[in-house]
């Protein structure tokens, strides 16, 4: 009867001990060697790492599962781990605690992943850490001590990555390299370093220059796994091997120019040039007074290696152009600039055909847009630039094709903006704008088109609707050719002897506004919208095309 009470109680402390035995993931596989305990899950839907899993385990395996990231804790009860494989799966970050409670781990395999970058000071949780595993990741930038609590690291896997540019900083601050370089080490057993950083797209620029340098003077006892590192980039060294290379030390920009000052007849077309040395290549910017305004073409290429050629290109130039043209270019290293002085002189008429100028507006610049909408309408805004004493005054024309007059609005000076409103729905508006009750000039206005009505929509509700629409696309279209809603006649229209239209073959484009009896209210008494097919224009003998109507002045 002892006997048999003793077996029993033998059963009852196997079950107890069975019942506080974490069980084995599901999906997973538990197995145990003279090497320890191990799980792996493998091709299962794993989110998160598990938290309740064997005791003392050793090894832990979990490869083509959805993980995405390691949380901060992911391994807490997980002190005896000496070896983590979590290879191809879709871990994208490491959070910074990611790795504490693992001070026994020696190796870490994390391939395959979509890593762009590490915490390298979360390493300071393992400093028995020898094997680190990282290919096939998109990491894309090494900082200068990523490897300084890696002490006891002896294999360091870069490679398939999306690193170009390595300092050899970050391997002459690493502790295990350094021991390997110190005198006398040679009489010691010390460990082989082993390092794979192929397949690589190395930039080899001088910034390249130091690790170049590393990676050819590397000996025993550090080994390369393919000691045939290339060139990727820039194309004139792609495909050289690192030991064929041979590149310069950085330099910052240093600046020429064919002419520091340059003089142009108004009317005609200039170009800046700025040439720029430097290692790496630097990038070259143009600043001037009236660049929000003025957007001129820049055009770069490069003259030779570490050479770049910048021209600016200022179509028609005006004499609100002139002023003082800075070339800025910059690199890693600095930068530099160059002043250029742009010097415009206005064009003399012959004397038989030059007429009485008109105060203001014979050299005045005036640059008419449409900067936004408004909640029923849209924002005008323009820049004037005139030769004068004191500030002008404004006269803005507005047209529709819904109106026989035009509205008149005098704006005093100061004022750079006004605000069309209760525009109306499936109507063409010209706004044009002068100095001083002056007749508008042809190239200062604007010409915008709201939306068709649709459907039985009531006035005012349609109004609110469409408007939304037009606007949008006038500020979205206003900078492009021409389109289906709104377009800009900023461009002048040059009328010649015999055409039908000022603007031949262009689609759908304005044709130049009728002329406008200058009255002394400054009104448009009797003038009628201009419409796209309306007739032609005066020519610049005064002769009419079509129906003997007038062109504005």
């Avoid at 094997?131 to 998109?138: E, F, G, P, Q, T």
């Avoid at 194309?235 to 690192?242: D, E, I, P, V």
């Avoid at 461009?491 to 002329?515: K, M």
């Amino acid at each position: 009867m002892a006997s048999v009470s003793h077996y029993f109680l033998l059963v009852l402390v196997f079950l107890d001990s069975n019942a506080a035995q974490p069980s084995c993931q599901p999906g997973c596989t538990c197995s145990e060697d003279s090497f320890g305990r191990t799980l792996q899950c493998m091709s299962i839907s794993l989110g998160k790492i598990p938290r309740n899993l064997l005791e003392e385990l050793k090894q832990l395996r979990i490869e083509n599962s959805p993980l995405y990231e390691l949380p901060r804790g992911s391994f807490i009860n997980m002190s005896t781990l000496e070896h983590l494989w979590l290879n191809f799966n879709n871990i994208t970050v490491i959070h910074l605690g990611a790795l504490e409670h693992l001070s026994e781990l020696k190796e870490l395999r994390l391939e395959g992943n979509k890593l762009r970058s590490v915490p390298w000071t979360a390493f300071q949780a393992t400093p028995l850490l020898r094997v680190l595993d990282l290919k096939h990741n998109r990491i894309d930038a090494l900082p200068e001590l990523a490897l300084q609590f890696l002490v006891n690291l002896t294999y360091l896997d870069l490679s398939s990555n999306r690193l170009t540019v390595v300092s050899k900083s970050v391997f002459l601050n690493w502790l295990a390299y350094r021991k390997q370089r110190q005198p006398g080490c040679g009489a010691k057993t010390v460990p082989i370093l082993v390092l794979a950083l192929h397949n690589n797209p190395w930039l080899c620029d001088c910034r390249l220059r130091g690790f170049v340098q590393f990676v050819n003077s590397i000996s025993i006892p550090v080994i390369l796994v393919n000691s045939y590192l290339m060139c990727q980039r820039p194309l004139s060294k792609a495909g050289q091997l690192f030991h064929e290379t041979e590149l310069s030390a950085c330099r910052k920009p240093q600046i020429s120019t064919p002419s520091a000052s340059v003089t142009v007849q108004m009317g005609h077309n200039v170009t800046l040039r700025c040439l720029a040395q430097a290692s790496p290549s630097p990038t070259i910017a143009w600043a001037y007074p009236l660049s929000m305004w003025r957007e001129f073409d820049v055009l770069t290429s490069s003259a030779a290696e570490d050479t770049a050629l910048s021209e600016l290109v200022i179509p028609a130039a005006h004499l609100v152009d002139r002023g003082n043209y800075t070339c800025v270019a910059s690199n890693s290293m600095g930068r530099s600039a160059l002043v250029i002085a742009l010097h415009v002189q206005p064009t003399q008429a012959p004397a038989a055909a030059r007429a009485p100028p008109l105060p203001l507006e014979g050299e005045a610049y005036i640059d008419l847009r449409v900067v936004r909408q408004t909640v029923r309408g849209i924002l005008l805004e323009w820049f004037v630039v005139a030769d004068g004493p004191r500030d002008p005054w404004f006269t803005l024309y507005i047209a529709s094709d819904a109106t026989l007059r035009p509205e008149v609005v005098h704006i005093g000076p100061g004022v750079n903006t006004y605000g069309l409103e209760d525009l109306r729905p499936s109507t063409k508006y010209e706004a044009c704008l002068s100095l001083e009750g002056r007749p508008a000039r042809r190239g200062r206005c604007v010409v915008f088109v709201t939306g068709r009505a649709q459907g039985e929509l009531a006035e005012l509700a349609a109004r609110e609707r469409l408007l939304h629409v037009a606007v949008v696309l006038s500020a979205a279209l206003l900078a492009l050719p021409v389109g289906a809603y709104v377009w800009a006649a900023q461009a002048r229209c040059r009328c010649r002897p015999g055409g039908l239209n000022c603007c031949p073959r262009r689609r759908r484009g304005p044709r130049c506004p009728r002329a406008v009896p200058q009255l002394r209210d400054c009104s448009y008494a009797g003038h009628r919208a201009p419409r796209g097919d309306g007739p032609g224009c005066r020519d610049a003998e005064g002769e009419a095309h079509r129906g003997g109507e007038q062109d504005w002045a």
